[in-house]
């Protein structure tokens, strides 16, 4: 039974190995997604508001429209928590013993996942367009170019990162699905040591 692995994690309360951890192509792909989304809350928050020399207040840079740095600063945002609550539920993955549990967590993960490839494809999408629409006279600096264009480009590599990070998690869920240990009479190896070691007497 050791030789099984429920949902790409082997029995519960096995010893937690950070290289192999850090080895996994979903910790990579989870680590790029939570690198991006700081990339993206740096650039607009440190960089995305401007202004003309006449002027006090201070704009979007994505043409004057609130909006559009108002939705990168909280995707950015979200985006990070949600990388960082999940990279700490994939540390915690192996030593959940329900297999129930963990199909669970992995559907959430695909749920997740691809819900965020969506958002970042929208973001994309509204920040491009609001910044082939901005006009030069209102940066006539051009202060924060290159910051609005790196946001446009790591809110497109999300979209893929995302959703390949659903892709992953979709593999995961065949991949458990596909072994015996999903057969309704599986036992968690854990509890069956556990059932030996402790017998019941009726």
Known sequence: MDGFQAYGAGKAGGAFDPLTFIRQPQTVVRILCWLF?????????????????EEVEEYCIFNRNQNACNYAVAMGTLCFLCSAGFLALD?????????KDRKKAVMVDIGVSAFWSLIWFVGFCFLANQWQFS??????????????????????????????????????????????????DYVDPEQQESAEAFPTYE
Do not use: M
Request: proline fraction near 5%; charge should be negative; include cysteine.
């Open 91 to 99: 540390v915690y993955f192996p030593q959940i013993s329900g297999v």
């Open 37 to 53: 989304s700081i990339v993206i809350l740096g650039c607009v928050a440190n960089e995305g508001y401007v202004n003309r020399p």
């Open 135 to 184: 006009k030069p006279e209102d940066n006539p600096l051009n202060e924060g170019a290159d910051a609005a264009r790196a946001t446009i480009f790591f809110c497109f590599f999300s979209i893929f990162t995302w959703a390949l990070q659903s892709l992953l998690a979709v593999h995961r869920f065949k991949q458990g699905a596909d072994t015996v240990i999903f057969n309704q």
